[in-house]
T-cell receptor, first 119, second 116 residues
Framework: NAGVMQNPRHLVRRRGQEARLRCSPM?????VYWYRQLPEEGLKFMVY????????ESGMPKERFSAEFPKEGPSILRIQQVVRGDSAAYFC?????????????????FGEGSWLTVV | AQKITQTQPGMFVQEKEAVTLDCTYD???????LFWYKQPSSGEMIFLIY??????QNATEGRYSLNFQKARKSANLVISASQLGDSAMYFC?????????????FGRGTSLIVHP
């Protein structure tokens, strides 16, 4: 999973503040996924992006959450007006293709996660 | 309906023994991929092994092997010769092919503890 860079690793925000989480995919990867992991739970899909496009945001809460993957720079997951329930680990993953063929096309690699704590 | 089911919330194994972590999946696609990831207490998600639905051989990566039974829709992870460092959460995931969304979905995970 080396190569997917997430920052910050840990973030503390007060209720009502904004949280910005960044993800730089592995070199050569154009597909980015964001997942949320609550304590003692598995990963829940939030949003799937390609450069400059949101492909699927069906897992993203309708309010306060947004994501982008600009032509230049990292993908950003933005949470506005954070609440205590937003406290979780947020993982970014990348893959080279949309899952067309074989292990290289299919495997997604994760960053080390960003742990958000809302106080 | 759950696409990935991991029925074992926790497993214990003696060091140097083999252990099998169960995973069943649900899909109507013919083309899909199955994955296992390890999450140690430090939190990162580590890719372990991949099995494609058309792969005839079971995937192996060092001490990890995937027991793929297509008709039963199961993709169990076998860890041989367990080590203390194998203690972690293990997640099974699936990525559906042409008829699906290409978005990997994950099971709830199995916690593995390796005893000395």
């Amino acid at each position: 999973n080396a190569g997917v860079m997430q920052n910050p690793r840990h973030l503390v925000r007060r209720r009502g503040q904004e949280a910005r989480l960044r993800c730089s995919p592995m070199k050569g990867h154009s597909h980015v996924y964001w997942y949320r992991q609550l304590p003692e739970e598995g990963l829940k899909f939030m949003v799937y992006l390609q450069k400059e496009n949101i492909i699927d945001e069906s897992g993203m809460p309708k309010e306060r959450f947004s994501a982008e993957f600009p032509k230049e720079g990292p993908s950003i997951l933005r949470i506005q007006q954070v609440v205590r329930g937003d406290s979780a680990a947020y993982f970014c993953a990348s893959s080279p293709t949309g899952g067309r063929s074989g292990i290289d096309g299919n495997t997604i690699y994760f960053g080390e996660g960003s742990w958000l704590t809302v106080v | 309906a759950q696409k990935i089911t991991q029925t074992q919330p926790g497993m214990f194994v003696q060091e140097k023994e083999a252990v099998t972590l169960d995973c069943t999946y649900d899909t109507s696609d013919q083309s899909y991929g199955l994955f296992w990831y390890k999450q140690p207490s430090s939190g990162e998600m580590i890719f372990l092994i991949y099995q494609g639905s058309y792969d005839e051989q079971n995937a192996t990566e060092g001490r990890y092997s995937l027991n793929f039974q297509k008709a039963r829709k199961s993709a169990n992870l076998v860890i041989s010769a367990s080590q203390l460092g194998d203690s972690a959460m293990y997640f099974c995931a699936m990525r559906e092919g042409a008829g699906g969304s290409y978005i990997p979905t994950f099971g709830r995970g199995t916690s593995l503890i390796v005893h000395p």
